[in-house]
């Protein structure tokens, strides 16, 4: 993922001090014996594996989220046939709970796809069961996307994109683009906003993380390079912002080495936002494996915890009914369970 800088000023301030002791956080490495372990997402009473797979292997693994870890089942493949995955396919962070059993999608970047997986069904008949595909448009290259409605798409372009300043409402039924939103930031900078694919330098981008919380109803940004985290509403207007200081980047060349990852994954859950945190800058995070926090918010924005991991974590999950937190080290080289039961 290409990093770049930018500038905003926000008005919505907060009255709320930070927790005056960051707490400790001591977790329990999982999947040791796992070495193709890509990602990891709690769906409801499952972990749901994204694995780096291969012709010969499967991309998703299921296992209960008990004591042992209980494997269920394995399913997916890269290739072309039907029901077969292209290899660059992802999770997005959506999975649904009802009636009718557990579902995820995911998303197909190249081949511009989305696809429902009805996990129960992929589990009860040991072969994948997709329940809903859907094309987007061609210039819908999204980094990440949610159903909010039943066809209404909500997401974020890519780093890629010209549009990637603006939230995309996407209407799969009619193929329309219902409407474009740019964030509400005041970006400082003496050049076009345009992006050159060159190999020279280019403008001030927006890159951010978006998650949609599990009783649908509200959006979460959290920005990447700048320390500034968005509640939106389902019409992309942002509802309530962390504040963030007046910052006036006018050369990206003079102040990429000075960039900060500071929200490198970002959870949305029903009680409170999971913010995963660094602060340092991108090639002290990337290449020294520096350990990051987790800051947690509530649906105020008053934030209530922070917490120190001992690892350089790059993806977090959350399951707030059992109290337990999964991270990805930004090296993949291993997967570490937290529990949260004295915090939350």
């Given at each position: 993922?290409?990093?770049?800088?930018?500038?905003?000023?926000?008005?919505?301030?907060?009255?709320?001090?930070?927790?005056?002791?960051?707490?400790?956080?001591?977790?329990?490495?999982?999947?040791?014996n796992?070495y193709?372990?890509?990602?990891?997402?709690?769906?409801?009473?499952?972990?749901?594996?994204?694995?780096?797979?291969?012709?010969?292997?499967?991309?998703?693994?299921?296992?209960?989220?008990?004591?042992?870890?209980?494997?269920?089942?394995?399913?997916?493949?890269?290739?072309?046939?039907?029901?077969?995955?292209?290899?660059?396919?992802?999770?997005?962070?959506?999975?649904?709970?009802?009636?009718?059993?557990?579902?995820?999608?995911?998303?197909?970047m190249?081949?511009?796809?989305?696809?429902?997986?009805?996990?129960?069904?992929?589990i009860?008949?040991?072969?994948?069961v997709?329940?809903?595909?859907?094309?987007?448009?061609?210039?819908l290259?999204?980094?990440?996307?949610?159903?909010?409605?039943?066809?209404?798409?909500?997401?974020?372009?890519?780093?890629?994109?010209?549009?990637?300043?603006?939230?995309?409402?996407?209407?799969?039924?009619?193929?329309?683009?219902?409407?474009?939103?740019?964030?509400?930031?005041?970006?400082?900078?003496?050049?076009?906003?345009?992006?050159?694919?060159?190999?020279?330098?280019?403008?001030?981008?927006?890159?951010?993380?978006?998650?949609?919380?599990?009783?649908?109803?509200?959006?979460?940004?959290?920005?990447?390079?700048?320390?500034?985290?968005?509640?939106?509403?389902?019409?992309?207007?942002?509802?309530?912002?962390?504040?963030?200081?007046?910052?006036?980047?006018?050369?990206?060349?003079?102040n990429?080495?000075?960039?900060r990852?500071?929200?490198?994954?970002?959870?949305?859950?029903?009680?409170?936002?999971?913010?995963?945190f660094?602060?340092?800058?991108?090639?002290?995070?990337?290449?020294?494996?520096?350990?990051?926090?987790?800051?947690?918010?509530?649906?105020?924005?008053?934030?209530?915890?922070?917490?120190?991991?001992?690892?350089?974590?790059?993806?977090?999950?959350?399951?707030?009914?059992?109290?337990?937190?999964?991270g990805?080290?930004?090296?993949?080289?291993?997967?570490?369970?937290?529990?949260?039961e004295?915090?939350?």
């Open positions: 993922m290409c990093f770049v800088i930018i500038g905003c000023k926000n008005s919505s301030k907060s009255n709320n001090p930070l927790p005056s002791k960051e707490k400790l956080l001591i977790g329990e490495i999982i999947f040791e796992k193709n372990v890509q990602n990891v997402y709690f769906c409801d009473d499952y972990i749901v594996v994204k694995n780096i797979a291969n012709k010969e292997s499967s991309v998703f693994s299921v296992y209960k989220n008990d004591v042992a870890l209980t494997h269920i089942s394995d399913f997916g493949r890269i290739g072309n046939g039907p029901n077969e995955f292209e290899s660059e396919v992802y999770c997005t962070t959506q999975f649904d709970v009802n009636k009718e059993g557990k579902f995820f999608w995911v998303y197909e190249n081949k511009n796809k989305v696809s429902q997986i009805d996990l129960t069904e992929t009860r008949k040991k072969s994948i997709v329940k809903k595909s859907v094309k987007l448009k061609p210039e290259s999204l980094k990440e996307m949610f159903y909010v409605e039943e066809n209404k798409i909500i997401g974020n372009p890519d780093n890629l994109s010209l549009s990637m300043d603006q939230l995309v409402i996407f209407n799969d039924k009619t193929g329309i683009v219902e409407k474009r939103l740019p964030f509400a930031f005041n970006v400082n900078n003496e050049r076009s906003n345009d992006i050159n694919f060159t190999q020279q330098n280019f403008n001030t981008l927006f890159v951010n993380n978006l998650r949609f919380n599990g009783k649908r109803n509200k959006l979460v940004s959290g920005m990447v390079t700048l320390d500034r985290i968005d509640i939106l509403n389902l019409n992309g207007t942002i509802n309530k912002s962390t504040e963030t200081e007046n910052i006036d980047f006018t050369s990206l060349q003079e990429i080495k000075n960039t990852i500071y929200c490198s994954d970002l959870y949305a859950g029903d009680a409170y936002i999971y913010v995963l660094s602060g340092e800058k991108m090639n002290k995070y990337f290449e020294e494996s520096t350990p990051t926090k987790v800051k947690i918010y509530d649906w105020n924005l008053n934030l209530k915890h922070v917490l120190k991991t001992e690892e350089s974590l790059n993806f977090i999950t959350i399951n707030e009914k059992t109290k337990t937190l999964i990805t080290s930004s090296t993949q080289e291993k997967i570490v369970k937290y529990n949260l004295n915090i939350l």
